[in-house]
């Protein structure tokens, strides 16, 4: 029983580590496409996932794309398009099958990796000006300071707010979607 609650600890471990690093997530979370909820929606999404695998025996890659893509519909109003579902299905996937292997070390190894990258991440980010303190050409330094290790396709909504676009028209705003797209 001991060992199975550790197994199962590891890789709650292991998904918290993957979507708190997952730039989609992240930026829905940072935006409030969740609401004023929005980062406990992200810490109850690492329960829901990883009870996901657990209720359900051999899952198939596109079913937790499905699941997760579901969850962030859902709950965050967003329309994952920018290609990163595949990537965090799959190393969740992964991560589980390690689990169930045994090869607990190894899980607790790429997690460690992963909140290693997403402290370097925050500290970059962090580091960077605020928006509104640069103007022209200086923006694309602080883009690329803060897609340091992420997606390029999720930086276009961390940055969109800096160019400062023309406001939607109403209808738009009252549909409750958001969709990520890859940048062009």
Not at 80 to 105: N, T, Y
Not at 113 to 137: D, H, N, W, Y
Request: proline share 5%; net charge negative.
């Amino acid at each position: 029983m001991e060992a199975h609650r550790s197994t199962r600890e590891v890789f709650t471990e292991a998904v918290r580590a993957v979507l708190e690093t997952w730039p989609v997530l992240q930026i829905a979370v940072d935006n409030g496409f969740g609401g004023v909820y929005g980062q406990d929606k992200a810490d109850w999404m690492v329960d829901v996932v990883q009870q996901y695998f657990h209720d359900n025996a051999n899952l198939q890659q596109y079913e937790v794309e499905d699941f997760i893509a579901d969850l962030m519909n859902n709950e965050f109003d967003t329309v994952v398009d920018d290609g990163s579902l595949p990537q965090i299905a799959e190393s969740i996937s992964e991560q589980f099958l390690r689990c169930q292997q045994g090869k607990l070390s190894e899980v607790r190894e790429q997690t460690a990796k992963l909140v290693k990258r997403k402290v370097i991440k925050r500290a970059t980010v962090t580091a960077a000006p605020t928006p509104g303190e640069e103007e022209g050409s200086d923006e694309d330094e602080t883009e690329a300071m803060e897609c340091e290790g992420a997606l390029s396709s999720s930086v276009t909504l961390a940055t969109a707010p800096a160019r400062k676009p023309d406001p939607p028209a109403p209808e738009e705003e009252d549909d409750g979607w958001t969709v990520v797209r890859k940048k062009k």
